[in-house]
């Protein structure tokens, strides 16, 4: 009897073991799965985003550029649409893809920028008159060659006793995050700011696809200006000096290259895959002027 006992023990336990085994390795495998499952998700949304970037190029580059958006015949229809607007606004194709493409002219460039603009930028998305004094000087003395500090601003002893492990590139900003690392930015602000900013050259300046930020900062004018601005635009693209005169007070700025009122040349392109979370995402800076090995270059590129 006690041997049998045993035996029906001995089995249970067996039993018990071997189930905690297969459940455990149904586990594994449907962990697994979910894994190749994720995988192929993740592949298929980069495959999206470059095949998106790939037909934006081309369109880019043979399409018809006004100074409000990209124009595509009927048959270039692969996109789904006819048109892309120039702007942060972008635009929703198919299959949960969105795109956004914006021309250089219409943002705050970070390279060889008017500080002025810069202050104004940030005195209109809200910062203290202090904080735009040494955001701007601290700029300034970030991108010079020198070791010298300006009167609100910050060179490398400035860094060094605050405990930074970095100091002033003393060079033009490669990547536009460096912006958040300048004595008078923070993350706030920084977020505030970032999508009005590039580091693509900016040659002239295109108030038609420009955000109202923009606008205010770069023209110097206020929102009763910016509507009466913005309503005209609406209805068709500002193109002459004489027209900016007259509705916002103001004259352009001139530029030695490029032009006022026209896309430049160099694009931020933004396409995200997925909705509503977001799978993939693919960003790049282009310079569209043919190259003599390619028909465009790349100035930066993200992805992931």
Same mark, same amino acid.
């Given at each position: 009897?006690?041997?049998?006992?045993? $035996?029906?023990?001995?089995?249970?336990?067996?039993?018990?073991? %071997? *189930? #905690?085994?297969?459940?455990?390795?149904?586990? &594994?495998?449907?962990?697994?799965?979910?894994?190749?499952?994720?995988?192929?998700?993740?592949?298929?949304?980069?495959?999206? $985003?470059?095949?998106?970037?790939?037909?934006?190029?081309?369109? %880019? *580059? #043979?399409?018809?550029?006004?100074?409000?958006? &990209?124009?595509?015949?009927?048959?270039?229809?692969?996109?789904?649409?006819?048109?892309?607007?120039l702007g942060r606004t972008g635009i929703k194709l198919g299959n949960g893809v969105f795109v956004r493409v914006q021309d250089s002219s219409s943002l705050v460039s970070l390279v060889g920028s008017d500080v002025e603009v810069l202050k104004r930028l940030a005195a209109v998305l809200g910062a203290k008159p202090e904080t735009v004094s040494t955001l701007a000087d601290s700029f300034s003395d970030w991108i010079d060659p020198d070791d010298l500090s300006r009167l609100n601003g910050a060179e490398s002893s400035y860094y060094r006793f605050e405990g930074k492990a970095y100091g002033?590139?003393?060079?033009?900003?490669?990547?536009?995050?460096?912006?958040?690392?300048i004595r008078g930015m923070d993350a706030e602000l920084y977020a505030k700011m970032a999508p009005y900013l590039t580091v693509l050259p900016s040659l002239g300046f295109n108030p038609n696809a420009a955000d109202d930020a923009t606008l205010m900062a770069y023209l110097d004018i206020d929102q009763e200006a910016l509507d009466k601005l913005k309503g005209y635009i609406t209805q068709q693209p500002v193109g002459t000096d004489a027209e900016m005169l007259t509705l916002t007070g103001k004259l352009m700025k001139r530029q030695d290259l490029g032009v006022n009122f026209f896309p430049s040349p160099f694009f931020e392109i933004a396409i995200e895959v997925g909705s509503p979370r977001v799978l993939y995402r693919l960003n790049a800076g282009v310079d569209v002027r043919p190259k003599a090995i390619s028909p465009y270059g790349v100035v930066y590129w993200t992805e992931g």
């Open positions: 009897m006690n041997q049998q006992g045993s $035996a029906t023990i001995l089995t249970l336990l067996v039993s018990a073991v %071997i *189930l #905690t085994v297969a459940i455990g390795f149904n586990w &594994i495998v449907k962990e697994h799965l979910k894994a190749a499952e994720g995988l192929k998700v993740k592949a298929e949304a980069m495959m999206e $985003a470059r095949s998106t970037y790939d037909s934006l190029m081309y369109y %880019i *580059l #043979t399409g018809q550029l006004t100074q409000k958006e &990209i124009l595509f015949s009927r048959e270039q229809n692969v996109l789904g649409v006819q048109r892309i607007p002033p590139r003393n060079f033009p900003l490669q990547y536009k995050d460096e912006l958040a690392l």
